[in-house]
């Protein structure tokens, strides 16, 4: 392996904002043999996540970015003067949830999932570009179509959709749900 | 229904949940399934039905804005039930079920809360990491292609604008007030966010002219109250909008 691949990856990851593809990484070093430019990453990947440094590379949003490890969030926000970070409503999720799992999805079909009128909601997860308006059905009225966004993944952490909880998992949650109500009354 | 007690007293031992806890009818059914240990493929109607309408019951007065989607839903049970309950010319074929149409629903929806669990987890994770993509490139003052603009350019911008948002064939009437107050909330609570905000972006977003003209003049006040700082790349660019640092950390 070249000497100092490594740690060219490395500065490349530092200089990008947004998480930086593997595909993108080797577009830049085409003057080495791919492998390599894979090998050393995986190489950077282990250094990093076993060194004892307040900060770490993880995979997010298909691509390599740098992160601030999770143990040392209270300092950040203290520094950032961030009380705490908002999180998405119940409401929000849950739509945000029917659209990655039913996209593309119109709105009355999140609505009627729902059984609650989703509009206001679809507004809030747009203006947060975590959905986005893909086009438009081809049904009565000629609805909006809406899908997730390359944003949606960064902000759960996810490499792309497949890696949304699975069946397996959620039918796990459900039957762990199932035991609890079987628990024998006190 | 009515006896039940509009306010709980200190010492009462039984609980009592409020309709706001619950996001729409379908949660309220779950949380009424697994409170009565239903088996979701088989549910007792009637029982459920009773149940859900005592919910309903104790709010103090519907909300028609809020309550409408519960009030359908106990709209659907009673149908249901009736169409149980009434007997039929010909007997209901293998599988057919008045119920389906609801179990599909609920088991659709249950799964969905289930995948809101583990997002809600991953979020959780997600927001304790922090990129360097949080922290916002602030604008130095000296940056010499950096333009602060003047009110002219602002109202230069603003024409253009209105011209543009005149041009849109409006279909959407309206009787919503907008007032500069909470459009400057807005604004500012925007900026807290995203730290700065391309005007020109959040202008378009405006889904009237007359909520846009608000947002112009909120725009306005925020920078003459010194609580903004509006920049222009350059002449007839998009304006982007930071908060002035001085005003953030006296907060």
């Known amino acids: 392996m070249a000497p100092g691949l490594k740690d060219i990856i490395e500065s490349l990851i530092f200089v990008s904002l947004d998480p930086i593809s593997l595909d ?12 390599e430019v894979e090998q050393a990453l995986q190489d950077l990947l282990q250094t990093t996540a076993s060194a004892e440094r307040g900060i770490t590379i993880i995979q997010s949003g298909g691509g390599y970015v740098f992160t601030t490890r999770s143990e040392f969030d209270p ?38 999932l729902r059984n609650v009128d989703s509009s206001y909601t679809i507004k809030t997860l747009l203006e947060k570009k975590l959905i986005k308006i893909t086009g438009r059905k081809k049904s009565p009225g000629n609805p909006l179509i809406y899908r997730t966004t390359e944003r949606f993944l960064a902000y759960f952490g996810l490499n792309s959709l497949d890696e949304l909880p699975t069946e397996e998992e959620i039918a796990r949650i459900l039957g762990e749900d199932r035991t609890v109500e079987q628990a024998p009354k006190p | 229904m009515n006896d039940v007690p509009l306010r709980e007293t200190e010492t009462s031992v039984s609980y009592q949940v409020r309709l706001e806890v619950f996001e729409g009818p379908l949660d309220l059914l779950l949380f009424l399934i697994r409170k009565k240990k239903i088996d979701i493929h088989n549910i007792p ?58 179990v599909d629903q609920l088991v659709e929806f249950q799964k969905i809360k289930a995948a809101c669990s583990i997002l809600k987890e ?13 922290l916002p490139p602030l604008p130095e003052p000296e940056e010499a292609d950096l333009v602060e603009v003047s009110l002219f350019d602002l109202a230069e911008t603003f024409f253009v604008l209105m011209k543009r948002k005149e041009a849109e064939n409006f279909r959407v009437v309206r009787g919503k007030n907008f007032s500069v107050e909470e459009k400057m909330k807005e604004i500012i609570a925007a900026l807290e966010k995203e730290s700065v ?14 909520e846009a003209v608000v947002s112009f003049f909120s725009l306005l006040e925020l920078i003459k109250a010194r609580l903004v700082m509006a920049v222009q790349e350059r002449l007839f660019h998009t304006i982007k909008v930071w908060l002035r640092r001085e005003s953030k950390a006296r907060q």
């Open chain 1, 24 to 35: 993108k990484i080797k577009e830049t070093l085409s003057d080495h043999p791919p492998a």
């Open chain 1, 75 to 112: 300092w950040v926000r203290r520094f950032l003067k961030i009380d705490r970070k908002s999180k998405l409503s119940s409401a929000s999720l849950e739509t945000l949830s029917i659209v990655a799992y039913h996209q593309p999805i119109t709105l009355s079909e999140i609505s009627a």
């Open chain 2, 197 to 210: 905000l391309d005007f020109l972006e959040y202008f378009n977003r405006q889904e009237t002219l007359e």
């Open chain 2, 45 to 102: 109607i009637a029982v459920i039905t009773k149940e859900y309408l005592d919910y309903l019951g104790r709010e103090e007065q519907i909300n028609l804005d809020r309550e409408a989607e519960f009030v359908l839903m106990a709209a659907l049970l009673i149908h249901i039930k009736s169409q149980l309950l009434l007997p039929r010319e010909q007997p209901l074929a293998e599988g057919e079920d008045p119920r389906r149409f609801l």
């Open chain 2, 122 to 134: 991953r979020e959780e994770e997600q927001l304790s990491l922090w990129t360097r993509e949080v």
